[in-house]
């Protein structure tokens, strides 16, 4: 299986992960932002569980992980913003 190397926003040690995990995770996740304009990670956690499910796309391991390191890597890659002015944080595109 192909794996992505994904990148922490801090320069820290990342982990790797299958890329058609990555990618469901990537396209839930924005496809939620894109909805919301702005959502904390709970939010985005829900919104994402319910859009795998109704696409019927199973992630193996813990969601909230996966999704979790999703966002790292967005955020190192500047595809998303996090507002770390407010508690708990709200991410947005």
């Known amino acids: 299986m192909e794996k992505v190397q994904l990148i922490h926003p801090e320069g820290k040690k990342a982990i790797s992960m299958d ?4 990618d469901a995770l990537k ?8 909805a919301k304009k702005a ?3 709970d939010e985005l956690l829900t ?3 319910g859009g795998l499910e109704s696409k019927k796309t199973e992630i193996k391991g813990v969601l909230q992980w996966n999704l979790f390191w999703v966002s790292l890597d967005l955020e190192a890659r500047q595809e998303l913003k996090k507002d770390k002015t407010v508690s708990p944080y709200v991410y947005s595109l």
């Open 19 to 22: 890329k058609n995990k990555y």
């Open 47 to 49: 919104c994402v569980k």
């Open 27 to 34: 396209s839930a996740f924005i496809e939620c932002l894109e």
């Open 39 to 41: 959502a904390t990670f």
